[in-house]
Antibody, heavy 123, light 113 residues
Framework: QVQLQESGPGLVKPSQTLSLTCTVS??????????WSWIRQPAGKGLEWIGR???????YYNPSLKSRVTISGDTSKNQFSLKVTSVTAADTAVYYC???????????????WGQGTLVTVSS | DIVMTQSPDSLAVSLGERATINCKSS????????????LAWYQQKPGQPPKLLIY???NRESGVPDRFSGSGSGTDFTLTISNLQAEDVAVYYC?????????FGQGTKLEIK
């Protein structure tokens, strides 16, 4: 059974760096038919795609966050990670990691999500 | 960015009746080379992550009840839930994967009347 589990600090101070890890079980993050994304959701609001990791391509980020975001993968641990620098209260959200379907050089829908982790930015 | 606009923002439907949720994209998400619409629908229940219901605008994900159906093409799409059940209470989102950054609709909250 494939599972995704987010982990990381639930509280981050303003101007510091938010760091989260998604541990994947049941499938390799090096699989050529899946890619891996981070998506966030502020309380009571909609979903915002942050970026993606695919083992055979460079990471890609939402331009709205690109200057502050890094997504990387660790195949030895079967994990992928998110870093967001210089956080503000606007970065407070539930952060989800998700698996995306990849085929024929195209990145498609998200077919499996982690349970999400709440990150609060506050001093 | 492609803007995805859902309507209505919320709706209440009686058990056993039909619920219809609309999604409009600011530009076409139909890829002409394969004639596929790069549009997915998700269901999110309180305290849970989104769950994939529909991809390619009309393909039902494995395990999703057949009372859920998707239709539409180009810029206008519809999610239809027939024979509404109590467990269908949720927020529903459409999402385009035609181009980055992938974007979601604002969500439609479905309740029981």
């Amino acid at each position: 059974q494939v599972q995704l589990q987010e982990s990381g600090p639930g509280l981050v101070k303003p101007s510091q760096t938010l760091s989260l890890t998604c541990t994947v079980s049941g499938v390799s993050i090096s699989s050529d038919i899946y890619y891996w994304s981070w998506i966030r959701q502020p309380a009571g609001k909609g979903l915002e795609w942050i970026g993606r990791f695919y083992a055979s391509d460079s990471p890609y980020y939402n331009p709205s966050l690109k200057s502050r975001v890094t997504i990387s993968g660790d195949t030895s641990k079967n994990q992928f990670s998110l870093k967001v620098t210089s956080v503000t209260a606007a970065d407070t959200a539930v952060y989800y990691c998700a698996r995306g379907s990849y085929s024929a050089w195209q990145y498609n829908w998200f077919d499996l999500w982690g349970q999400g982790t709440l990150v609060t930015v506050s001093s | 960015d492609i803007v995805m606009t859902q309507s209505p923002d919320s709706l209440a439907v009686s058990l056993g009746e039909r619920a219809t949720i609309n999604c409009k994209s600011s530009q076409s998400v139909l890829y002409s080379s394969n004639n596929k619409n790069y549009l997915a629908w998700y269901q999110q229940k309180p305290g849970q992550p989104p769950k994939l219901l529909i991809y390619w605008a009309s393909n039902r994900e494995s395990g999703v009840p057949d009372r859920f159906s998707g239709s539409g093409s180009g810029t206008d799409f519809t999610l239809t839930i027939s024979n509404l059940q109590a467990e269908d209470v949720a927020v529903y989102y459409c999402q385009e994967y035609y181009t980055t950054p992938y974007t979601f609709g604002q969500g439609t909250k479905l309740e029981i009347k």
